[in-house]
Structures are given as C-alpha cells and as structure tokens.
C-alpha cells in the first residue's frame, strides 16, 4: 500500500494525464506513434497504481481495447472497405445484394490497403480507450468524488452507491445459480438465469435498504438551517443560470444568435456557479484529508497536457508523418520530434507516489 | 442514558404489537445485554433507540424513548448519529465507502467536524481497534473480524454515548470475537460509552455484561437486572449456567473462572468409578501420549460409536478399511490467486458426524462446496459416493450429497411452504408428499400457505434441511447451521442431526460454534490457512485447544467432558 507519509496524488491529475494522452491518440494515425502511447500508459499504470480492486481495470480496458480493434478489422474484411487498393491478399465470395442496397458490399475482394487502413484507425480508438482505462486504475473513483462541489456530494454518494450495486448483483446471481444446483436443477442456461431473477432482485433491494438505514443512522443527509432568503436566492441563480446556458448554446448553434449566444451563455454558467456555490451552505460536511493539487498534481496533469498539445502542433505541421499513408502502401516511419514529446507523457512515474513495498 | 417509557412498536399490518411494555432505563457508561430467544422484538427494540424504528421502518411506536435527553419521536436517526453509533448484524452493509480510513471518517465527515479532530480521531480509533496496520486496506479484502471491528470503529469516531450492537459477535470465530469484545470492554470501561447489545451466543458475552435485559416470550415486558439474577429464570442460558443450575450453584457462575472455583465438589463426584456412568458410554479410541486422564467423554449419540480413520500422515487404524460416503485425496483449490485448500486428505463414513472448524476464511465452505461439486478440485480427487460430485449432472447428484448453505434463504425460491415442498419432490423425484411429510415431523405446526420468508430464522434452516432431506442423500452438508439460532432451536437442531446420523447418514458442519461440535460431532477437523492441521474424536481435539474448547470442558479440566448432557447423564 501506498503509505499516506506521501499522500496520494490527486484524482483529478490522473484523468488530466490520461485525457491528455488520449487527445494525443486522435491527433495521429502513426501506428508506432500509438504504440508508444499505449507503452507510456502502461509503464505509468504498472509503476504507480495501488493494490485495490479498482486497480484492475486496466487489464480490462486492454481486453476492451482488443475487441474493438478485432471487430473494425473484421468489418474491413467482411463489409469490404472504400479505400482503393491494388494488393488483393484474398477474394472472399461475394453475397449480391439487391440493388436498393447499393453501396454496401458483403464479401469480395480484401487488399493489404484496406485491412492497413482499418488496422489504423482501429489502433486509434484502442489507444483512446486505453488511456481511459489507465485513468480508472490509477485514480480512485470514490476519491474524485471527493473533490466535488459540497451541493453535489449527497447525489455523487447515491450515484457510487448506485455504480456498487452491479458487481454485488453479478455476485448474487452466482451464488443464487449455484444453489439452483443444490436443488438439483440444472444450473446453466437461460431459463436458470430467469428462475433467480426474482430473488436476486430482492436480495439487491433488501442490501440497498440496509445500506441506506446504516448511511441514515450515521449521520448521511443531515442539514444546516440556511435562512429562507439565502435559500430562495440558490433556487433563483440554479435555475436562471442553467435557463442562460441553454438560451446561450441556442444562441451559439443558430447562424442568427451569434451576437448573444456567447456573453448569455458565460453569464449562465456564472450564476449556475454561484448558484451551486451559495448551495453549500445547505451542506454541513467537512472534508476528511482532502487531495491537495500541490506541484505534483500540476506536473501530472502537465506533462498530459504537453502530450496532447505538442501532438496537435505536429499534426498540423508534419502531417505526412503522423498520418502514414496506405495508397500506396509504405512502411511508417517514427518522426523523431513528436515521439519525444509522447515520452513527456512518463513524467507521472517519477513524480508521482510509489507504492512502498 | 437511554430512557424507554412504557414504549411499544406495532409494525404496519400487524395485529399485535412487536414489543411492549418496554420501561426501563439504561444508565450511563453500562454494557447492557438484551437476551432473549430468537423472534421476541430484540433488534426492534435496538431500532428504537438509534431512531431507525418507526423512522425508517414504518410502524407505530406509542410511549418516548429519550437518549441523551433526545426525544427519538422528534429527531430523525441523522440527528441522533452524533449520540448514537449502531452496527447492524451484517458488517458489510454498513459500509459506504471502500477504504479503512475513509469509512473512519465517514460519520465524522456527515456530522461536519474540523479536519484536525477527524484526523486526530482517526488515529486514535485506529489505534483503539488495533487497525493502524489495515488503514489503507481496500474493505472488501479484509477477514470477518477485521470487518466488524472496522464496523464498530466507523461509528465509535464521532464518539458516540451509546453504541448500540446486534449480534456483533454470531458470524466470527472464537479468537475473532474475543477481540470484539475486548475493544467493547475497554470502551465501555475508559471512556464510559454505554453499549446495549443484542447476542445469541450467550457463553462468549455474558461475562462482560453489567446487566441483563431479559425479554422472556414474545409479548411479555423486558426486565432488567444483574446477569445471576437474570440467568437464574431466562429461558436461553449458556452452557456455564446450565452446569450451575444442574450442580444448584448459587449464586450461579458466569464466567468459566468463578465455575471452576466452585467445581471442586463437582470434580469428586464425577471422579467416581464409571460404574455409575450411562450405561451406553463407550470409550473413544484414544490417540496421542499427550493426556494424563482416561477419556470419559463419548460421542453423545445413540448410534454406536462408529469406526472413524485418519488417512492424514499416519493411517493407524488397523481394522478393514470401512465404506467411505465421501474422500478426498491431496485435495488443493486455488481460487483467485488464493490457495484456498492445501493437500487435503480426508475420508467419512456413514453414520459420522463431522465438526469442521477454523478461523474465517480457513477453508471450510470451500471444502463443503467442492464436496457438492460447486468447487472443481485444482488438483487432487474428490469423490462423493463414489462420483467425482463437479462432473456428475446436479438431478443425480441431489440423491448423492445435500448441502444447506449459510444462507438457507438461498434454497427457497416458492412462494408457499406447499409450493416448496411440491417443487422440493419434483427435484428429488421423490413421491408426491415426502417433503411436506418430513417438513411436518420437523417443524410442527407450519401453515401451508406461510411464506419462506415470513418464517424465523431456525424454522427456515429446518424448511431448508427437509428439502434437501427429501432426496435422502447419504452425505449430508450444513454449513454455519447454527448463526442466529438461539438456545432451543440448537437443541432442536442438535436432536434432529442425531437422529439422522443414527439412520446412518454422514453429516459434516462447518461451524464457529464450538458448543455444537462438542454436542455433535464424533470428530473435528481444524482447518488454517486450507490446511488440515488436526482431525480426531472431538474429545481429544477441543480438549487442547483453548479457544476451541467448550466452557464444560473448561470447567472440569483435567477431567475430559464436553457437555452438560454428559455431565447430567454421568450425575443419574
């Protein structure tokens, strides 16, 4: 465990890094560029998650990333794809379609091109979910939840209350199947998984209930008293503040309310601020040692930033090298500068906390 | 402290009141000890007083209860939370967030103190519960013991006067719930937090109690007094007391200590030549050089006693190898990256009773799950009547092996008693009606039409027994039978298993409570870390080890008996 003489890094740091590297992923096709994206994630989750449940995410965001990565390809494959090709490595037989379905294709030719093209772009999102997964296993997501404003916190509480109740449901429903086997009824198939519906569900409701007379009985809910005025003022900012921001993005999208939009949308958002601000005041928590955004936390979510931002420079200046052509076929080339700048993105490994063994 | 005013609660639809004529006063730095047999309104009455019942319950409750000079009627549970800490019967539905430390401050943070008392609080209940070492542990990766008492902690820092606890110590082993108890004492006696606290298990608590509030039947008003006074007329009493009745001790002993002291005479007269002993005692085949005393103690059945073999290390027996229900062979299951069972090798027989005891998480409902083929063995055999029981389809093997899972709510799916048993025949494709026939010989006077659900805690382990009796299997498995029983659904259940055992099924319990075994069990099989580390005749095993053994053998050491029937036997 991480010992707390180092207290943990702040949450928001981490989604920072890895938001940061993953608008770094979209910003290239390069599939060494994205390699070296997925390493630099992996290095930094392997060196500086905790041992908790959450930690484990990682590897499933990695299986995630894979699927999806199979599937395009096996779209390109099946679906045929519109890139032109001249490499044909197999001619699959072709399904004919009536002609109102023109323009889709079901079988037929696979080039090299196609399945590069698609092997690319594939790579890309994989990369993107993989940032995000890294996110999940460095990050505590009851601690980010911490860092909510104190008029949002009883809702954040129900909503990770809430995210808890799927794991303990799958729980149940294996340990109901496994009974069904005592009974000597068969424990597979879909009717089994049906029968123990009902008890399952009750079993979730009656867990959910006890949670909630525990949370009540220490304390969860408890409020100050605000004076009415301060109370009306809060209803009247929320709502006139979120009214401005959806007049304000009106505004904004509309070719005709381009003179307004912006200055109601900002004033909107300013009063919903205000609003949630003066709401506190309901809230009497206090905050058990808070995540401090110290200096590590800014290098963490620097060294992302520089990440995504370097690789928007390349992209638009070098875009022949972050976007590796596939007609024709050429082997991709590392451009030298943009991978240094993706190496920044392994600040976190030595900045950030270890775990002490 | 806690002030109950001619209080009673009516649950909604109900004719009768749950409790009533409650009037007593709880006063201030006291650990008061609610007793009474299962189904009398005990947590009602601990709901009272955190405010949770009528709040969150429903229901009407007539009269006032005051805590701290807090009128509950007038504030909710959350504005009592500050004077009142409460812990439920299931430590793991209590938690709200997933670290040691956080749920330490949980409460403190709802009640909005100032950063530095929480953390100075923190690290002083930390210290308190001896949890320094676990702060920064993931809640769900910790041991049963370890739960509990991070449960008592997350509500002992907003430093509560009273704490309120039901059943803290029925689903921990002995060492576990030693523990609990110790850090109740030293609150209650450092810093003068009173605690009222609803238990079961009678033989661990009663000797830290102050007083006793006995509530005698269902209906009838509690009544508060010393713990001799009260365990002199309670209907549930520990086996302590039962030996204290029995020899008419008085006053009568609560703790093993003061029974020892006045068992002198006892001792003498049990020394006697065993020709006054119960005609049907046979002597147990004895092991090991370690005793000085002849063996006295006989497994309490009627059956006779059972050949019973040892195929750890050293197969010693030397008589014909018996016919075995149920053997494992080098038997190893890891699960998760936990090693869960290690090498075991055991083997039963028909008509044997078996008492699978060790810590949380040793290895015992995974050695009765891969008994039933929940659990494929990683490596090594097991063979259930002669089946591998993972491999062979769940109908035939109904007819081979029954287990009863900690849970038996988790084997009742219908609706009605008569549905479940009708379903319970089907499954068994047994004839129509021996399910409801057994149900009736088990549990007197059930109603066909009562729901599963609406019955108590040991009437739905016996439903739950007559449905996996129905297809008469051999080996039959109960696991943690005994949790939330009180005294007389035991004695019901211990009957019921002899019974069965003398059919000549083989029963094995995994179980904390060492009471049972020594009541039942032939031979015990301790279990740590998925290791066999002992397997004997109970006698010879629960006699040398001090948290395993019951309070009678306590009591007479170095004379080896095991229960208060014996020792009535032995008396006639």
């Known amino acids: ?357 | 402290m806690i002030r109950f005013e001619d209080v009673s609660v009516t649950y909604d639809g109900a004719s009768e009141p749950t409790i009533q004529g409650v009037d007593f006063e709880v006063p201030e730095g006291e650990l008061v000890l609610l007793v009474g047999p299962s189904g009398v309104g005990k947590s009602t009455l601990l709901g009272t007083v955190s405010g949770l019942v009528p709040h969150f319950t429903g229901g009407t409750l007539r009269g006032r209860v005051t805590v701290a000079g807090r009128d509950t009627r007038t504030h909710k549970p959350r504005e009592l939370a500050d004077v009142v800490g409460t812990v439920g019967q299931d430590p793991l539905s209590h938690f709200v967030t997933d670290t040691v430390e956080d749920e330490l401050a949980y409460g403190m943070e709802s009640l909005g103190l100032a950063p530095e008392v929480m953390r100075r609080r923190v690290e002083e209940t930390l210290d308190l519960l001896g949890l320094a070492a676990l702060r920064d542990r993931p809640i769900a990766t910790l041991s049963g013991g370890q739960q509990q008492r991070v449960a008592i902690g997350s509500v002992l820092t907003p430093h509560p006067q009273v704490l309120v606890l039901d059943e803290p110590t029925s689903a921990l082993d002995p060492a576990a719930a030693e523990e609990v108890l110790a850090v109740l004492q030293r609150l209650v006696h450092d810093l003068g937090t009173t605690v009222l606290m609803a238990e079961h298990r009678l033989e661990r608590v009663i000797q830290y109690a102050d007083q006793v509030t006995l509530m005698p039947s269902p209906g009838a008003p509690p009544r508060l007094g010393s713990p001799a006074e009260m365990m002199a007329v309670s209907p549930v009493y520990p086996p302590v007391v039962a030996l204290g009745r029995l020899a008419s001790w008085s006053p009568l002993p609560l703790t093993v200590r003061d029974a020892r002291r006045r068992a002198g005479a006892l001792r003498d007269q049990l020394a006697q030549p065993a020709g006054s002993r119960a005609a049907g005692a046979a002597p147990v085949p004895k092991r090991g050089g370690t005793r000085q005393a002849p063996v006295s103690a006989t497994p309490p059945t009627p059956a006779p006693p059972r050949r019973w073999r040892r195929t750890l290390r050293k197969p010693t027996t030397p008589s014909a190898t018996p016919p075995t229900v149920a053997e494992t062979h080098s038997l190893s299951v890891r699960r998760a990256q936990v090693q869960a069972l290690r090498d075991v090798t055991l083997s039963i027989t028909p008509g044997e009773t078996i008492a699978l005891m060790g810590r949380n998480g040793a290895g015992k409902s995974t050695l009765l799950n891969t008994l039933v083929g929940l659990v494929p063995p990683t490596t090594g055999t097991v063979l259930t009547t002669g089946v591998p029981p993972h491999r062979t389809a769940p109908p035939d093997l109904v007819r081979r092996v029954g287990l009863v899972p900690q849970e038996p709510r988790d084997l009742l799916y219908a609706d009605t008693v008569a549905a479940e048993c009708a379903a319970a025949d089907r499954d068994a494709q047994a004839e129509t009606g021996t399910c409801r026939a057994l149900v009736t010989q088990l549990l007197p006077g059930i109603q066909d039409d009562t729901h599963p659900r609406d019955l108590s805690e040991g009437q739905r382990l016996t439903l739950a027994l007559a449905v996996v009796l129905t297809a008469r299997p051999p080996l039959l498995l109960l696991d943690e039978p005994t949790r939330g029983l009180d005294y007389a659904a035991k004695t019901r259940l211990v009957t019921l298993l002899r019974d069965l055992a003398a059919e000549g099924h083989a029963i094995v319990l995994a179980t904390h409570d060492v009471e049972l075994a020594a009541e039942l069990a032939h031979r015990v099989v301790l279990l740590a870390e998925g290791e066999v580390i002992a397997d004997g005749p109970t006698a010879e095993v629960v006699v040398s080890s001090p948290s395993f053994a019951p309070q009678v053998t306590k009591i007479l050491a170095p004379q080896e008996w095991l229960t208060v029937a014996q020792v009535r036997e032995a008396l006639t």
């Open chain 1, 1 to 357: 465990m991480a010992s707390r003489g180092r207290p943990a890094l702040h949450p928001g740091a981490w989604w920072l890094w890895a938001l940061g590297l993953g608008t770094a992923a979209t910003r290239t096709t390069n599939p060494l560029l994205l390699a070296l994206l997925v390493a630099t994630s992996a290095y930094v989750v392997a060196t500086c998650r905790q041992r908790a449940p959450w930690s484990r995410s990682y590897s499933a965001f990695l299986k995630l990333a894979l699927a999806v990565l199979v599937i395009r390809l096996f779209f390109a494959v099946a679906l045929g794809s519109p890139i032109p090709g001249t490499h044909v490595i197999v001619t699959l037989p072709e399904v004919p379609l009536p002609h109102w379905a023109q323009g889709i294709r079901l079988g037929g030719r696979v080039t090299a091109e196609s399945l590069v093209f698609a092997l690319y772009d594939g790579l890309k999102l994989a990369t993107l979910l993989i940032c995000v997964g890294a996110a999940n296993a460095l990050a505590n997501p009851s601690r980010l939840l911490k860092s909510l404003p104190g008029a949002l916190y009883e809702a954040g509480v129900a909503i990770v209350v809430a995210l808890t109740f799927a794991p303990n449901l799958i729980a149940d429903v294996q340990r109901l199947r496994a009974a069904r086997r005592l009974r000597g009824r068969p424990d597979r198939g879909v009717r089994g998984l049906l029968q123990v519906g009902l008890p399952v569900l009750e079993g979730a409701l009656e867990r959910s209930v006890a949670l909630a007379a525990a949370m009540d009985a220490r304390g969860y809910g408890r409020t100050a008293e605000v004076p009415p005025a301060v109370r009306r003022t809060t209803a009247a900012l929320t709502l006139g503040g979120l009214l401005g921001v959806c007049a304000g993005t009106y505004g904004l999208l509309t070719a005709a309310g381009g003179t307004y939009g912006l200055p109601l949308l900002l004033a909107g958002l300013a009063a919903a601020l205000a609003g949630l601000r003066l709401g506190g005041r309901r809230s009497l928590r206090t905050r058990y040692r808070p995540d401090r955004w110290d200096a590590r936390a800014w290098l963490v979510a620097g060294s992302g930033g520089a990440v995504a931002a370097l690789l928007t420079l390349a992209s638009t200046s070098d875009p022949e090298a972050l976007h590796p052509g596939v007609v024709p076929l050429v082997a991709p080339a590392l451009p030298l500068w943009p991978a240094a700048a993706v190496l920044i993105g392994l600040l976190p490994s030595f900045v950030a906390p270890k775990e002490s063994s």
